[in-house]
């Protein structure tokens, strides 16, 4: 499994856009980059994933560079409710090989 | 949607009882996982399975037993409870093809004292 790393923590207010950058230079040509959400007292939950390029859903855009060695979640007009962990996961069938997740970005949106 | 449950939510037990989780998924997925979280830090894995009868150590196994006899039980065993076992655990599920996501149970509280 790919290695990932990213900030430890952000901080942001609403209505701003926010980006993370993660980093997974050994990524695999068969991984997939997948971002999930936890609130606390929560399990994580499933953002966006994505192969290559963009990916656009309703909640967040994933942006892949060409290389795949890093990718960005971006989360458009932030609100108090967004705050969260994110975690950055880079792998191809989850399970295959020890699955873990890192510390993850402690999102912190401010009024 | 139930597609993944704990139980117990929450529990509390002494020093060197025997404590068990239970985690019961309804997709016939074949992987399950689980992992503890501690109080203001990220998720460790403890044990994970990819199939009946198939099991694999994590990050942090010791401890801890496992077993997986049907593939949508993953029981998760303190066999003598220690303090330091005093964490959030969460069991998770996943399906056998390149880019299947994770599903999360909602966590077991355990507190040993």
């Known amino acids: 499994l790919a290695k990932t790393t990213q900030p430890i923590s952000m901080d942001s207010y609403e209505g701003q856009e926010v980006n993370i950058t993660c980093s997974h230079n050994n990524i695999a040509t068969n991984d997939y980059i997948t971002w999930y959400q936890q609130f606390p007292s929560q399990g994580p939950r499933f953002i966006i994933q994505?192969?290559?390029t963009k990916v656009t859903n309703e909640v967040a855009s994933l942006f892949i560079p060409a290389d795949r060695k890093s990718s960005t979640l971006s989360l458009p007009r932030v609100s108090l409710s967004d705050t969260a962990v994110y975690y950055c996961l880079v792998g191809d069938i989850p399970g295959r090989r020890a699955l873990t997740f890192g510390s993850g970005t402690r999102l912190q949106v401010q009024p | 949607d139930a597609g993944i449950t704990q139980s117990p939510r929450y529990k509390i037990t002494e020093t060197g009882r025997q404590v068990t989780l239970m985690c019961h998924q309804t997709w016939s997925h074949s992987y399950m996982f689980w992992y503890r979280q501690d109080l203001g830090h990220g998720l460790r894995l403890i044990y994970y399975?990819?199939?009946?009868?198939?099991?694999d150590k994590g990050e942090v196994p010791d401890g801890y037993v496992v077993s997986r006899s049907k593939t949508e039980n993953f029981p998760l065993t303190l066999e003598s409870a220690t303090r330091s076992q005093t964490s959030v655990y969460f069991c998770?599920?996943?399906?056998?093809?390149?880019?299947?996501?994770?599903?999360f149970g909602e966590g077991s509280w355990l507190t040993v004292v």
């Open positions: 399975s990819a199939a009946a009868d198939i099991t």
């Open positions: 994505g192969y290559k």
């Open positions: 998770a599920s996943s399906g056998g093809q390149a880019g299947n996501t994770i599903y």
